[in-house]
């Protein structure tokens, strides 16, 4: 008999026992039904707003990675145009500066044989002008000699012998 007395502390109080556990099985309803699915729904709400947030992050990563490397193609694409307009605009300054330099080399030419002509001028001019001046002073030189030679009748019948001493020799 010692075997069923019990404890007071250590007997189960079946009543207790009985209500409360309908009591735990009520609140267990009554959070399933009230609290449960609220916080299933957020949970689940969070879930896929990360997730989203996630996939949306994957996505922007994927259109970064994407834009970097159309940046990369537009910045080769510029630099080689740059580089094209270089040439080009070396080319064309080469090109303006030899053809500078071709008209500048003919307006010279053009430039020295017009003066060549102005000098050949002048100089045929000058040729011509010293020639007449030696003409007049040679005729007055011959005329004074030809007075002077003339002025008496003995020199003019030596210069006739003469001459005709000239003629007959040729």
């Known amino acids: 008999m010692v075997l069923l007395e019990l404890h007071p502390l250590i007997t189960p109080a079946w009543g207790q026992i009985i209500w409360g556990g309908l009591v735990f099985i009520i609140l267990l ?14 949970v689940n709400e969070r879930e896929s707003a990360i997730e989203e947030a996630m996939n949306l ?6 259109e970064m990675k994407q834009l970097q490397a159309q940046n990369e193609n537009l910045l080769k694409e510029a630099r080689a145009e740059r580089d094209k307009m270089l040439k080009e605009a070396t080319e064309t300054s080469k090109r303006v500066i ?3 330099k071709e008209e500048a080399k003919s307006q010279h030419d ?3 044989a017009d003066a060549q002509q102005v000098i050949n001028a002048e100089k045929a ?9 030696v003409a007049a ?13 003339m002025a008496s009748d003995e020199k003019q019948k030596a210069l006739a012998d003469r001459l005709a001493e000239d003629i007959s020799l040729n």
Not at 29 to 42: C, E, G, S, T, V
Not at 125 to 133: D, P, Q
Not at 137 to 148: D, F, R
């Open 29 to 42: 309803i009554l959070l399933k039904k009230f609290a449960w699915k609220p916080m299933l729904n957020a």
């Open 57 to 62: 992050a994957d996505k922007t990563k994927a």
């Open 98 to 100: 030899a053809e500078a």
């Open 110 to 112: 053009k430039i020295v």
């Open 125 to 133: 001019a000058a040729i011509a002008e010293l020639k007449t001046t």
């Open 137 to 149: 002073v040679s005729l007055e030189i011959a005329e004074k000699i030809v007075k002077g030679e």
